[in-house]
């Protein structure tokens, strides 16, 4: 399963709406550590297939979300629960930061 693409239009009904804690990849094309956490990401969409929603969010052509959140630098993955925001980690960091981080939230 590949991750959500996320835009502005659907945020609210993918993140805010959401029964399951989600995890949202803040990335843009251009960006290295981005694309080394890629994988991360997409191996968290079929392991947490059911039980988490996973998202991933282009700021370049969706720029309303990461203003919202003051996101400042990518990688950011973002973490909410209940529709509401919880925490962030910033940069290329192993998976099973990320994991760990998302475990916190079931």
Same mark, same amino acid.
């Given at each position: 399963?590949? +991750?959500?693409?996320?835009?502005?239009?659907?945020?609210? !009904? =993918?993140? @805010?709406?959401? #029964?399951? +804690? =989600?995890?949202?990849? @803040?990335?843009?094309?251009?960006? /290295? &550590?981005?694309?080394?956490?890629? &994988?991360?990401?997409?191996?968290?969409?079929?392991?947490? !297939? /059911?039980?988490?929603?996973?998202?991933?969010?282009?700021?370049?052509?969706? &720029?309303? =979300?990461?203003?919202?959140?003051?996101? @400042?630098?990518? +990688?950011?993955?973002?973490?909410? $629960?209940? /529709?509401?925001?919880?925490?962030?980690? =910033? /940069?290329?960091?192993? #998976? $099973?930061?990320?994991?760990?981080?998302?475990?916190?939230?079931?």
């Amino acid at each position: 399963m590949t +991750p959500i693409e996320l835009t502005d239009s659907n945020f609210e !009904e =993918v993140v @805010l709406k959401s #029964k399951l +804690p =989600v995890v949202i990849d @803040l990335w843009a094309e251009w960006c /290295g &550590p981005c694309r080394m956490i890629a &994988p991360h990401i997409e191996k968290m969409a079929e392991e947490y !297939e /059911g039980k988490a929603v996973i998202c991933s969010l282009d700021v370049d052509s969706n &720029p309303e =979300v990461p203003t919202k959140y003051a996101v @400042l630098n990518i +990688p950011t993955v973002m973490f909410f $629960k209940d /529709g509401e925001f919880k925490e962030r980690v =910033v /940069g290329a960091v192993p #998976k $099973k930061v990320l994991c760990d981080t998302l475990e916190k939230y079931f």
